[in-house]
């Protein structure tokens, strides 16, 4: 075992996929970020807020005014980099920590596909994903390979496979396959779609795509390492990938997916596209093919699988920290984050602030617009965390209008997967006096049913 | 192993932890759409014209003649077309969104001061944001209602004041203005958009449900619940001072407010009935779209009815008030309160219950989820 563990790390293979991966990978990314500026996003979820949520621990990273949009510039910027392959190793770090910093700036925004972006991007700052196929090479040979190790390749599928079983895993419970909800809520909607529209209110239509979806995740990194059956599994990621994008509005997700999962096929595939890519461009064949191997040091080599080790453990315990809440998970969602949980909830909620002024016994409500944008509110309706941080904004906002020592209240009712609206925290609990923590919030209030499984 | 778990799963669940939830396959939202278009949007919108053009020409009457009776007359004209606009304020779809028509027409309240200094100057423009409390219905309130106690001396700002004619031009910019942005907003629907919001059929959030429903829902609980009850009365806001009677809806004219405020609370119910605007003949509707989801109550009441019934308690509440919101503040309190709470309950109801059994997203930002 020890040796062919040993035997595996000493192994090669083509560094095509790698070189075709840094490539897609940016150019999703630079399209991603024009998306969002085209869209206004920047303007609407960064610069327009009051407030913002930010992670704990992080609450030193602080939304930049205007300046949003020279982040988001050098952010798409350096995804471009990374794709062509110029001054890789700045471009990635930079990508990463532009990216990240976005994301960190306000929670309202948290999506698992951009927790999957910053991971990937932090992977990448340490393989060798320019000596094949980039600007770099191109202008110092020095540094071309066609081979790499290949846990640098690995690493990238490992990623992947992450993201989709912990998702898979996840939507073994009775929710999701014996109720089929939320799909039975949100399936319907689109029934004025062409074609597939009427299918989509029938009533078992729901359940179909709930137990494939589940298999989906589970298996298809499975399917795809297989040779024999990856060329169907990848038209299966095409089929489904393609069905979330039509049904769901999950942006640029699904098309990330689509290209990323090509690094499961074979080193033959990527170097024929990469051949084909530079015969087009009239690169020669001694830049697509130099025949090198590219090795770390020993020094470096070490290091780096040290990191990817810790990083691995990281992540495959994090989706399970929940275990050590009580109380549900999609009703509490603590431990919700950063677990590959996606589109497993219908969950909505309505909170009304109190704030009493301790002095003279007098309480006025909250107008939650004047200080939240609608997505603010929407979030933070359903998300303790988010509660919490908007009710001791709202005690030092009333603080400053001359309330003296206020006390914060809220009555919040939350639905979820279509279970009548409930009362989500404890409607006498001062706010105020409560500290967020990685520890149980004792002022959740309990969960009426029980959602069995993962 | 999987396939244990699932069997796992499914032998140690209870059945039936959840409400029930039939979707019923057959509702036709094509149809829902071409009944609120036809049969109400459209046909408000014609009748608010009718007053508005009607006020507009009575203005031009009094500001070519002002005297007591060409007063009153333009007065009891912008009562009926404040009236009128009651019933479309919550329309926020399409060009009614894309003009933000309740910016140019019921920013209250409405800025004194600057208004004013406008007249003096002489230069305004009308489409800036920070002129929206300066025009539209509140700005005349305080122009033909509260520039003086007696009609007589309010007349005598149109004639004999110094600045009289400065006044005259401003009364005449402000329902031309009133009269352009309508004409942006009533014009498209007659002529094209209306083919395009029946054809947004999804629920998606461009779709014209989700933005229609995003539109009744925001202006339900931002300017008839809080607007016009939860703010004035000192209910919600940023002050200990609890009441601020000068944030009362046509606070000039005094005994409008709980009109205005009724005939809102109705046009919401009506509207969610799927009432046409000129007959008490109903449609497909949002409560019949609520009602085909089936969701229910504990009870097991279609929680359509419920929302309906909250509607009818909170206009019964209102009725309740005294006519003159500021009297009612002044010396009850607690009946706007109560008027309140059951506002605030339909909004629960239509902000958790609803939205999520039509799988509509609450957020005017199109922005991914996953």
């Known amino acids: ?454 | 192993m999987v396939c244990l778990i699932m069997l796992s799963i499914y032998a140690c669940s209870k059945k039936d932890n959840s409400e029930p939830v039939d979707l019923n396959p057959s509702f036709d939202r094509k149809a829902l759409l071409t009944n609120l278009a036809d049969n109400i949007i459209i046909p408000s919108y014609a009748g608010f014209k009718i007053k508005l053009d009607l006020m507009v020409s009575k203005c031009d009457a009094f500001t070519a003649a002002p005297t007591v009776t060409s007063l009153a007359d333009f007065r009891t004209a912008w009562v009926d077309a404040y009236k009128e606009w009651q019933k479309i304020e919550m329309i926020d779809v399409g060009p009614s969104q894309a003009q933000t028509i309740r910016s140019f027409f019921n920013i209250y309240p409405t800025n004194v001061e600057a208004i004013n200094a406008n007249i003096a100057n002489g230069t305004i423009n009308f489409d800036l944001p920070v002129t929206y409390s300066q025009q539209g219905f509140p700005a005349l309130d305080y122009l033909i209602n509260g520039l003086a106690g007696s009609d007589a001396d309010i007349v005598a700002f149109y004639t004999t004041a110094s600045d009289a004619a400065k006044r005259i031009a401003y009364l005449k910019k402000l329902t031309a203005q009133m009269n352009v942005i309508f004409n942006k907003v009533y014009t498209p629907w007659t002529t094209g958009y209306r083919d395009e919001f029946i054809r947004k059929s999804g629920t998606d959030a461009s779709s014209s449900l989700a933005v229609l429903l995003n539109g009744y829902i925001l202006n339900y609980e931002r300017y008839v619940r809080s607007g016009k009850i939860g703010i004035p009365s000192g209910i919600m806001g940023s002050t200990l001072i609890t009441p601020s009677p000068e944030k009362i809806e046509a606070y000039y004219k005094k005994d409008l407010s709980k009109d205005l405020a009724l005939i809102a609370q109705q046009a919401v119910l009506d509207f969610y009935r799927g009432k046409a605007f000129n007959s008490s003949t109903t449609g497909p509707s949002i409560k019949s779209y609520f009602a085909a989801l089936n969701t229910k109550d504990n009870n097991g009441k279609l929680l359509a009815d419920v929302l309906d019934e909250q509607f009818v308690k909170a206009l019964a509440k209102l009725n309740d008030l005294s006519p003159y919101f500021m009297q009612q503040i002044q010396t009850d309190r607690t009946k706007m309160t109560i008027t309140f709470d059951e506002m605030q309950l339909a909004v629960r109801y239509m902000k958790l219950d609803m939205t999520s059994a039509m799988g509509i997203v609450i957020t005017y930002t199109d922005n991914d989820g996953d």
């Not at chain 1, 014996?178 to 909607?189: G, I, Q, R, S």
């Open chain 1, 1 to 454: 075992m020890a040796l062919s563990l040993r035997q595996y790390f000493m192994k090669q293979s083509s560094s095509a996929p790698l070189a075709v991966f840094r490539i897609a990978f940016g150019l999703m990314l630079c399209i991603s970020i024009l998306r969002f500026w085209l869209n206004n996003w920047i303007e609407e979820l960064y610069i327009k807020p009051h407030i913002f949520f930010s992670y704990y621990g992080f609450d030193w990273i602080k939304p930049i005014g205007t300046s949003t949009y020279l982040l988001f510039f050098i952010c798409g910027l350096s995804a471009l980099l990374v794709a062509m392959g110029w001054k890789y190793r700045i471009s990635i770090i930079t990508l990463f920590l532009s990216f990240t910093y976005i994301e960190l700036m306000d929670k309202t925004t948290y999506l698992n596909h951009y927790y999957f972006v910053s991971l990937t991007c932090l992977v990448m700052i340490f393989l060798p994903a320019n000596v094949c196929f980039s600007a770099d090479a191109w202008k110092n040979r020095e540094i071309l390979a066609d081979k790499v190790p290949a846990w640098t390749v690995d690493i990238l599928k490992l990623l992947l496979a992450t993201v989709y079983i912990y998702a898979g895993l996840a939507k073994l419970n009775s929710d999701w396959l014996l109720n089929a909800m939320p799909l039975k809520f949100w399936l319907p909607t689109k029934n004025d779609l062409p074609v597939i529209g009427p299918l989509l209110s029938t009533a078992w239509i729901p359940y179909v795509f709930s137990w494939f979806g589940a298999a989906y995740d589970l298996t298809i990194v499975f399917f795809l390492s297989y040779r024999k059956t990856r060329l169907f599994a990848y038209v299966t990621v095409i089929v489904f990938h393609g069905l979330t994008a039509l049904l769901f509005q999950i942006g640029m997700f699904p098309y990330v997916m689509i290209v990323a999962t090509l690094i499961f096929f074979s080193a033959d595939f990527h170097q024929k596209l990469i051949n084909k890519i530079g015969k087009m461009l009239k690169l020669g064949h001694s830049f697509t093919a130099p025949n090198k191997s590219f090795n770390y040091t020993p020094a470096t080599n070490r290091v780096i699988l040290t990191i990817f080790s810790v990083l691995i453990v990281v992540q495959l315990l994090v989706p399970f920290r929940y275990l050590l809440y009580p109380g549900e998970l999609f009703w509490t969602e603590e431990g919700y984050r950063f677990s590959w949980r996606v589109m497993l909830m219908e969950k909505n909620g309505y909170a009304t602030f109190y704030v009493h002024d301790s002095a003279s016994d007098k309480k006025v409500i909250v107008n939650n617009y004047e200080f939240l944008t609608p997505l603010q509110e929407k979030m933070m309706s359903t998300q303790t965390d988010m509660i919490l941080q908007y009710a001791h904004f709202l005690k030092n906002h009333y603080v400053a209008l001359g309330f003296k020592n206020p006390k914060v209240f809220a009555d919040v009712f939350v639905t979820l997967n279509g279970r009548k609206n409930a009362q989500f925290i404890d409607p006498h609990v001062d706010l105020a006096t409560q500290e967020d923590s990685f520890k149980h919030k004792n002022w959740i209030l309990p969960f009426n049913d029980t959602i069995k499984g993962f």
